[in-house]
């Protein structure tokens, strides 16, 4: 039975949150954190990724933000970021300047049959300037350009390089889509599959397309954990009834725990182990909200005997689920695209920066066997990681 769980025997350990087709920054950010460590070897760094490759919707290139409001000038940056992409990956280049016909889309219904509008090769997308259209297209050659670079450089760095199975992946995987739809039928059309394989997959979940591409085989095989001798590092975390079995069954467990899911992966994606909301990928249903349980983290370290849970999936976790949260608060901003060592004791340490939204570009640096965990931006500066606010603003309306 193949194995999901990666083992780190490496010094330091440096990790990144969620993705969300920001990959070419990521890459280039780790290239400069390996230039500062010319001195190591793979065996003495690790690099770890969080998950969530796809489904962004930022609007950032090259470090610079624009503006959504721009109108016309918005259009040609994303519009010039398509063709930068295209020339920089032959393959897809070939695509969006022929003559293949895409799945576009507009509107979710709640007859999924009838989520198809037309198909229409790329250039033609591009040559109606519909911002909706435009939007999605560069979004999916973001994360065409996400698992093109990841999956490459995970192969030139098997045993340093790792990137964590998230929620968004899977969502991709199976079909049937919650995120992202109109990205996702373009993509997996600027992969490859012709119209009716990509309808298939994303109103009926049939195909199983992952098998008929190389970059989809890649993600499906992406580890769902990984683990130091002081850490986990995973994309979601434990949910309350797992917290909960483990505070009784302890170690054996937590063992048990990793079999099981070891076990489901190798029946396929759509266990119920790794359902949307209810599994360790997105532990965030209606009850599940760390900020007013820490005790859940206590329960799944204790019995993994570990000290600290790095996970990416939300970058809002200092705050109490269901608060009013205004991405544009300069005062909440911060606190949302910061990595932070939160409760309890510290020991939860998040690392999702909200890349999706346009967020920071943050790497986390850990010596394994220390309690320290700094945080490395984009300038490459060094600080300690914050910890939670005291008392936390209540910003429900």
């Known amino acids: 039975m193949l194995s999901y769980t990666v083992s780190l025997h490496h010094r330091v350990i440096y990790s990144l949150g969620d993705t969300h087709g920001r990959g070419r920054e990521q890459i280039s950010f780790v290239e400069d954190i390996r230039a500062l460590n010319a001195k190591n070897t793979d065996e003495d760094i690790a690099f770890i990724q969080l998950g969530d490759l796809c489904d962004g919707f930022s609007f950032v290139i090259d470090g610079h933000t624009i503006d ?3 109108g016309d000038a918005f259009i040609d940056a994303l519009c010039c970021e398509i063709h930068r992409i ?3 990956i032959p393959k897809l280049g070939n695509i969006l300047d022929g003559s293949v016909p895409l799945v576009n889309w507009h509107k979710h219904t709640a007859d999924r049959d009838g989520d198809v509008v037309g198909t229409y090769p790329a250039r033609d997308l591009i040559a109606r300037r519909d911002l909706d259209e435009i939007i999605a297209l560069y979004e999916a050659c973001k994360s065409y350009e996400t698992l093109d670079l990841f999956s490459s450089y995970q192969a ?20 049937l ?5 109109q990205q996702k039928y373009l993509l997996l059309g600027l992969l490859g599959f012709t119209p009716d394989q990509v309808i298939a997959h994303l109103t009926r979940g049939e195909g199983e397309l992952h098998k008929k591409h ?3 085989a890649w993600l499906y095989e992406r580890p769902h954990l990984a683990l130091s001798s002081d850490t986990i590092y995973m994309h979601g975390g434990p949910t309350t009834d797992l917290s909960n079995a483990l505070l009784k069954s302890k170690h054996d467990g937590f063992n048990a725990w990793l079999a099981e899911i070891d076990e489901a992966r190798n029946r396929g994606l759509g266990e119920p182990q790794f359902r949307e909301h209810e599994s360790f990928l997105s532990p965030d249903g209606a009850n599940n909200d760390w900020t007013l349980f820490p005790e859940r983290l206590t329960h799944f370290l204790d019995a993994a005997n570990r000290r600290f849970a790095a996970v990416g999936h939300s970058p809002f976790l ?9 991405l544009k608060l300069s005062t909440y901003g911060e606190l949302f695209e910061t990595p932070a060592q939160l409760p ?4 939860l340490v998040k690392h999702d920066t909200n890349l999706k939204r346009g967020g920071q570009l943050w790497i986390c640096k850990h010596e394994v066997g220390s309690n320290d965990w700094f945080g490395i931006d984009r300038s490459l500066r060094q600080t300690p990681l914050r910890s939670k606010t005291p008392g936390p603003p209540d910003i429900r309306p």
């Open 156 to 175: 030139k760095h098997p045993d340093s390089f790792h990137v964590i199975l998230g929620n968004h992946d899977v969502d991709l995987l199976l079909g």
């Open 177 to 181: 889509s919650r995120y992202g739809r």
């Open 318 to 326: 200092d705050f109490t689920k269901g608060t009013l949260i205004d």
């Open 68 to 70: 959504p409001e721009s």
């Open 86 to 88: 295209g020339n920089a």
């Open 214 to 216: 190389p970059y989809l």
């Open 344 to 347: 309890p004791d510290n020991r």
